[in-house]
């Protein structure tokens, strides 16, 4: 077994012995790998080992790295910031979308060729020019734009947490917000939360979505 494909076994078995601890189903917790700026090897090998759910966060190579595994067992997911103008392209591949933030990638994805499965990014720094929506108002209105297309299934709420804020008063804020979207949405209650240094204070708030990438693939390559 390689190396990554030995840490996303331990990380699995980390995350569903925490999932027991709490009280929740481990089958009720996607592992999504982040395999951004690695090779496809990696990804090749990870699915050798039974992953099954991975992440990306760049058109261009996450495109490529699914040309190269079409036909394999795997669901993908795009975890970065959508430009308006490749949102279509990224709905050709990309399975589950994390990061609708706003009306100009919802629109463009509304005449897509197939349907895809949404999240609403949240935006829980103080800058207001960061990716996602800062308010439960725009959140709901953005919400209702997702829900009058026939191509987009929003499955919930997505956010980071601030980089040296208490994710647990972050993660506190997600699943205020994810209430907030249910009362409207009641079948949008899944929560994307969580990466290598805070899923157990997002799975601990409700995360239904990990998104692991270095504590799986190890450092980063420094991106092209
Ligand atoms: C890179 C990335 C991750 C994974 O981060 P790690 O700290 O490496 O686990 C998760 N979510 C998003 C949106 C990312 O861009």
Request: hydrophobic content about 45%; proline content about 4%.
């Amino acid at each position: 077994m390689s190396e990554a494909a030995a840490r996303w076994r331990a990380v699995r078995d980390l995350v569903d012995a925490e999932c027991r601890r709490l009280e929740r189903d481990p089958a009720g917790v996607t592992l999504i790998v982040v395999t951004k700026f690695h090779p496809v090897e990696m990804i090749s090998e990870l699915l050798e080992a039974g992953a099954r759910d991975f992440g990306e966060s760049r058109h261009q190579d996450a495109s490529l790295k699914a040309e190269a595994l079409a036909g394999q067992d795997l669901t993908w997911h795009f975890v970065g910031q959508i430009q308006s103008n490749k949102a279509r392209a990224i709905a050709k591949y990309a399975d589950v979308l994390h990061s609708l933030d706003r009306d100009s990638v919802v629109d463009a994805l509304a005449t897509a060729e197939r349907r895809v499965q949404g999240f609403i990014e949240l935006n829980l720094t103080d800058d207001p020019g960061r990716g996602g929506v800062n308010s439960a108002d725009e959140m709901l209105r953005l919400a209702e734009r997702i829900s009058s297309t026939e191509t987009i299934d929003l499955r919930g709420v997505m956010a980071v947490a601030p980089l040296g804020d208490d994710p647990v008063a972050a993660f506190d804020r997600v699943a205020t917000l994810s209430s907030i979207l249910t009362q409207a949405h009641p079948h949008a209650t899944d929560i994307s939360a969580g990466m290598s240094a805070d899923w157990e204070a997002a799975l601990a708030a409700g995360a239904t979505h990990l998104r692991i990438g270095t504590s799986i693939t190890g450092n980063r390559p420094i991106p092209r």
